[in-house]
């Protein structure tokens, strides 16, 4: 699944998922040469919007799916909560035809499933909270004997921007939580009373090197990513360490292509939270960071194309805002200021409905003084 040659333009590249992350890769292969087709259920989608040819078909439809990588050269995720069904259809495509596929489907695995994700850390020496399954009845009540409090009881697949958590203070908080689950299927998490949040974007490539961006700094509002700063205020030790960690995780499943991991600081002490196998919204400062951005890289891991002969990228000072549904506002005061000012520059992912919590774009700030540039927003 590792790519022996170079896709040149005109290959065919394919992506399972059609959102705002395909949209951005499609936008960056059209403009260097190739095709981009994507799958998934829903008919004009963002992707398609920026010249994707459109599969519209569940995930679970093994015949679509066949049809589908038929028709490709290559294969990458824009997202990985996709049914096995799928995963396993790849995967033995790929084995019996030599499609390309990039992460395999078992890194998706690993980051769809957080017992497995978590396992994963521990495996590759990257620290993390304590954390405990519910699998089973006996699970409980081994977890309330043994858990730290403040904790999240969190379901261990299909969880994302918030969803699907509880947090428990107390022992017979988590208790009834424990009792009302339908599904064992969930873990416990142990909090950690953090100060910062950060990321790094993480680029393997078919032959074993690797390129990323320095760590940035995130700020969540309501579980959603808000802000992020890149790069990161950090010490140099910290800088080094996160940068490490995307490093060890990398080699330890074999990645190739373009991954976000986040973490947890407290001080010099860092607690990896998840990763995310496909490029991640904290990276798309890289869009005006005066260098290759998130999805070139992605492109140039699946394509087999030269790697970048800098391994920690030279950026420029970005600062990221998502646009949420709540806030989209084409012609409010501060869109018409910022479109005066040469230094923000707006991505927006061509969804038609505003729906609150609904990612519709961001803005990239590469100007001075950014700490203020969104100050003003609300």
Not at 30 to 53: D, F, L, T
Not at 112 to 118: A, V
Not at 234 to 255: H, M, P, Q
Request: with cysteine; glycine share 8%.
């Amino acid at each position: 699944m590792i790519a022996s040659k170079m896709l040149l333009p005109g290959s065919r590249l394919g992506v399972m998922g059609s959102g705002q992350l395909a949209r951005m890769f499609c936008m960056e292969a059209v403009q260097h040469g190739y095709e981009v087709h994507v799958y998934s259920p829903e008919k004009n989608s963002p992707a398609s919007g920026a010249g994707a040819e459109e599969t519209v078909a569940e995930y679970d439809d093994e015949n679509a799916l066949l049809s589908f990588l038929e028709r490709i050269d290559a294969l990458t995720f824009e997202f990985e909560n996709i049914p096995e069904i799928a995963l396993s259809t790849v995967e033995k495509f790929s084995e019996k035809h030599g499609l390309i596929v990039s992460p395999s489907p078992n890194c998706i695995r690993i980051a769809q499933n957080r017992w497995r994700e978590k396992n994963e850390f521990a495996r590759a020496g990257i620290p993390t909270v304590n954390f405990y399954p519910v699998f089973e009845e006996k699970d409980k009540e081994e977890i309330l004997s043994r858990t730290q409090f403040p904790c999240i009881l969190k379901t261990n697949t299909m969880g994302y921007d918030g969803k699907g958590q509880i947090k428990c203070k107390t022992g017979d908080e988590l208790a009834e939580a424990l009792s009302s689950l339908k599904k064992l299927d969930h873990i416990v998490e142990e909090f950690f009373p953090f100060t910062e949040e950060a990321s790094v974007i993480f680029a393997r490539f078919p032959d074993g090197r690797t390129s990323y961006f320095h760590p940035s700094k995130n700020v969540h509002k309501n579980h959603i990513l808000d802000l992020t700063f890149h790069p990161g205020n950090f010490s140099e030790g910290v800088r080094n360490r996160l940068i490490e960690y995307a490093r060890k995780l990398a080699e330890t499943i074999d990645y190739v292509g373009v991954f976000g991991i986040e973490f947890f600081l407290k001080g010099e002490e860092i607690l990896c939270n998840e990763f995310a196998p496909r490029p991640h919204n904290s990276g798309h400062f890289s869009q005006n960071a005066g260098t290759l951005s998130q999805f070139s890289l992605q492109l140039r891991a699946l394509c087999g194309l030269p790697v970048p002969n800098a391994d920690g990228l030279p950026t420029g000072t970005v600062v990221m805002k998502n646009i949420l549904g709540e806030n989209y506002e084409p012609g409010s005061a501060f869109w018409n200021r910022a479109f005066q000012n040469p230094h923000y520059h707006l991505h927006l992912y061509g969804k038609t409905e505003a729906r609150s919590g609904r990612k519709m774009g961001h803005w990239n700030y590469n100007g001075p003084d950014p700490e203020r540039a969104f100050s003003d927003w609300e």
